[in-house]
């Protein structure tokens, strides 16, 4: 009987504790962000997509060593093929990455012993085609240029 008496005043202070949650949060910063119109800044160590590293010649570093495709954990992910110059010079005639296929581990930029690979902030990578998700040797160099190389140009204005 007395149980039953109390329930309107459990409601209440249970309707009133609800208000004051909501009341709250009136005054405090929103969590979420209006993407994507308004981005987090990345941090440093992000990995997004691939790209080769080239010299001040525009000449790739990588010497188709094969390291990263043995270090990558996701089988198929890298594909190169490899040619050699007349000076006997191992370099890739071409280099593919399968994003569809890859993990974002960081193993191929790790281990890469030319420092040939890095990896770009890029991660908005959908597509209505999967092929577009394999970069080739073209998009890996050009990866470069755009983001590591213009990225240090923003940041030096
Ligand atoms: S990216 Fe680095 S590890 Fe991979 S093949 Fe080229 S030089 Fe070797
Ligand atoms: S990030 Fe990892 S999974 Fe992706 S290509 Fe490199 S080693 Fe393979």
Known sequence: MIKKSLKPF????????????????????????????????????????????????????CTACGTCQRVCPSFGTIEIEKEKTEDGKFYPK?????????????????????????MTKEYELADEKKSALKLDINTLKKNYSDSIIGERDTSKR
Do not use: M
């Open 10 to 61: 459990r409601d209440i202070i249970a309707l009133a504790l609800g208000h004051l949650t909501v009341f709250k949060h009136v005054f405090k910063k929103p969590v979420t962000l209006e993407y994507p119109e308004k981005k987090l800044p990345l941090n440093d160590k992000f990995r997004g997509e691939h790209a080769l590293v080239v010299d001040n010649e525009g000449n790739l570093l």
């Open 94 to 118: 071409n280099y593919t990455i399968d994003l569809s296929k890859c993990i974002f581990c960081g193993n191929c930029v790790q281990y890469c012993p030319f420092g040939a690979i890095t």
